[in-house]
Nanobody, 124 residues
Framework: QVQLVESGGGLVQAGGSLRLSCAAS????????MGWFRQAPGKEREFVAN????????YYTDSVKGRFTISRDDAKNTVYLQMNSLKPEDTAVYYC?????????????????WGQGTQVTVSS
């Protein structure tokens, strides 16, 4: 049974940083695409970033470019999202997702597995 478990969310002031982690179990995702999405209250879930295989091929939504960094440690079957220079508009529940295969997946429907989410709140 595949499980994705996010951690690292919390409350932070604007300009601060957080590092989210997503630990996968039940399957090795070293050859697959891992992504982060977020959902703010009253809004649809939106793509944030993904990483295809270890060592590169990252892709970000424009609003987080230069501030967020996605990475992965395949030995730990874990993907990370380092978030710097946080803004109040980054406030959302952040979800980890896994897509089988190496694709530029940016839609929620592209992903096969999802975590339960972790809350990130940025105060002004």
């Amino acid at each position: 049974q595949v499980q994705l478990v996010e951690s690292g969310g919390g409350l932070v002031q604007a300009g601060g940083s957080l590092r989210l982690s997503c630990a996968a179990s039940g399957r090795t995702f070293s050859r697959d695409t891992m992504g982060w999405f977020r959902q703010a209250p009253g809004k649809e879930r939106e793509f944030v970033a993904n990483i295809r295989r270890s060592g590169g091929y990252t892709y970000y939504t424009d609003s987080v470019k230069g501030r967020f960094t996605i990475s992965r440690d395949d030995a730990k079957n874990t993907v990370y999202l380092q978030m710097n220079s946080l803004k109040p508009e980054d406030t959302a529940v952040y979800y980890c997702a896994a897509r089988l295969g190496v694709v530029l997946a940016t839609e929620t429907s592209d992903y096969n597995y999802w975590g339960q989410g972790t809350q990130v709140t940025v105060s002004s």
